[in-house]
Structure formats: structure tokens, C-alpha cells
């Protein structure tokens, strides 16, 4: 049987233990866990221009069975891929959502400060039925809860 694939949206090392959880959590309900740490562009070969990056980056997303947001406190430092006027964790969203991917979000608490993207952002994806993270433990046991 083939495993399901679980598409890891965030950013990196603002969401290292949530996103180790995570993987746990997948890798615990049997499914295979997809996520582009390595994508960065600063890490970009200079001869790819950025449609490439994106283009790999929303093929990822279009790969998988379910699509997992975990939004922290910052976007304004995202990726802004040239010619378009949204962060990749935005477009990557926006993608899951269009081609009717299962959805979970999980965001920082509203007590928490974010810059100016993120706020907006968060806003958008707590309307659509967001959870809120609280420590790595409890994330893992949510998900792996939604998951099974």
C-alpha cells in the first residue's frame, strides 16, 4: 500500500521542535512526511532563476494527500519568489487549498507578536479553523489524533 503523503509548510528554524513533531506524528500514523528543508534561497543555485524554486516548491505540495501549516511569528523574512507578490508559504497555502488538499493549520497563540505578514496571514488561516500551538508534545499528540 502506498503511503500518504503529508506536505510540511513553515518556516524552518523558527519551527525546528514543531516541525520534528510533526514528522513524528506522521511518521507514527503510517504516512510519509514531505518538506523542502533544504530549499532556501539562499542556498539557491544562481543559474536557476526563481520560477524553478516555486515551480519545485507548489509540485511538492501538488504530490501529496495532506497539506500541514505550522505559522509561527514571522513572514516578513520569507521568500518572496521574483515576479510574485506573496511569500511561498502563502503561495504553498493557497495551492494546497486549490487543488482540495486536506488541511490542517497550526499557529502561535493570539498573544504572541508577529510582524507585519504574519499578523495578516495568521488572521486568514485561524478563519479557516486553525489550531493553536502550545508546546512540540502536544502538537505531536493533535496531529497524530487527526491523523489516525
Known amino acids: 500500500m502506498v503511503k500518504k503523503r503529508v506536505f510540511i509548510s513553515s518556516r524552518i528554524k523558527e519551527m525546528r521542535g514543531f516541525r520534528e513533531a510533526a514528522?513524528?506524528?506522521?511518521?507514527?500514523a503510517g504516512m510519509k512526511a514531505i518538506h523542502f528543508s533544504t530549499?532556501?534561497?539562499?542556498?539557491f543555485?544562481?543559474?536557476k532563476p526563481d520560477i524553478e524554486h516555486i515551480t519545485e516548491l507548489l509540485?511538492?505540495?501538488?504530490?501529496?494527500?495532506?497539506?500541514?501549516?505550522?505559522y509561527g511569528q514571522t513572514l516578513d523574512s520569507n521568500?518572496?519568489?521574483?515576479?510574485?507578490?506573496?511569500?511561498?508559504?502563502?503561495?504553498?497555502?493557497?495551492t494546497a487549498e486549490t487543488i482540495g488538499l486536506r488541511c490542517f493549520y497550526y499557529v502561535e497563540p493570539l498573544n504572541v507578536q508577529c510582524d507585519h505578514d504574519m499578523t495578516r496571514f495568521r488572521q486568514q488561516i485561524i478563519q479557516?479553523?486553525?489550531?493553536f500551538l502550545t508546546t512540540p508534545d502536544e502538537l505531536y499528540r493533535s496531529l497524530?489524533?487527526?491523523l489516525s
Open 23 to 28: 514528522i513524528r506524528a506522521i511518521e507514527s
Open 39 to 43: 530549499i532556501d534561497p539562499q542556498n
Open 45 to 47: 543555485s544562481p543559474m
Open 59 to 70: 509540485d511538492g505540495v501538488k504530490s501529496c494527500d495532506i497539506f500541514l501549516g505550522l
Open 79 to 94: 521568500w518572496t519568489p521574483e515576479g510574485y507578490s506573496k511569500h511561498s508559504m502563502e503561495l504553498e497555502q493557497e
Open 128 to 131: 479557516k479553523g486553525a489550531d
Open 144 to 146: 497524530l489524533g487527526q
